[in-house]
C-alpha cells in the first residue's frame, strides 16, 4: 500500500509564494518519477512539474522560472516552491507518484494523492 500525503496548500495575494510537500509512505523501494499535477479543464490533470530517479525534471511553460521542484529520495518526499503566484495558477494541485516499485516486489504504474487546493487571489 502506497499513501501520498501532500500540504502546503491555501490562500495566497499575486505575487505570493507557497511552499507545496508530498511525502510517499508505505513499503516502497523506489519510485521512478514525483511530481505535481493541476486539475484543468474537462477533468484532465496538467503536469505542473516532476523529477524522476535520474534527475531529469520537467516543468509546464506556464511555471517555468517561478516554480522549482525538489525531491528528497531518501525521505521519499518531493516539494514544489511555487514563487510570484498568479490568478491563473489556482487550482487543485495533486501529487503523482509513477513507476513505483515495493518491497514485496509489486508494481504501481501511477498513483495520486488527495490533492490540495492553491487559491491566488487578492
Known amino acids: 500500500q502506497v499513501q501520498l500525503q501532500e500540504s502546503g496548500g491555501g490562500l495566497v495575494m499575486p505575487g505570493g509564494s507557497l511552499r507545496l510537500s508530498c511525502v510517499a509512505s508505505g513499503s516502497i523501494r523506489t519510485i521512478g518519477s514525483m511530481g505535481w499535477y493541476r486539475q484543468g479543464p474537462e477533468n484532465q490533470r496538467e503536469l505542473i512539474a516532476a523529477?524522476?530517479?535520474?534527475?531529469?525534471?520537467d516543468y509546464a511553460n506556464s511555471v517555468k522560472g517561478r516554480f522549482t521542484i525538489t525531491r528528497d529520495n531518501a525521505k521519499k518526499t518531493v516539494y514544489l516552491q511555487m514563487n510570484d503566484l498568479k490568478p491563473e495558477d489556482t487550482g487543485v494541485y495533486y501529487c503523482?507518484?509513477?513507476?513505483?516499485?515495493?518491497?514485496?516486489?509489486?508494481?504501481?504504474?501511477?498513483?495520486w494523492g488527495q490533492g490540495t487546493l492553491v487559491t491566488v487571489s487578492s
Open positions: 523529477q524522476s530517479s535520474g534527475w531529469n525534471f
Open positions: 503523482g507518484v509513477k513507476r513505483v516499485a515495493m518491497t514485496s516486489g509489486h508494481r504501481y504504474l501511477e498513483l
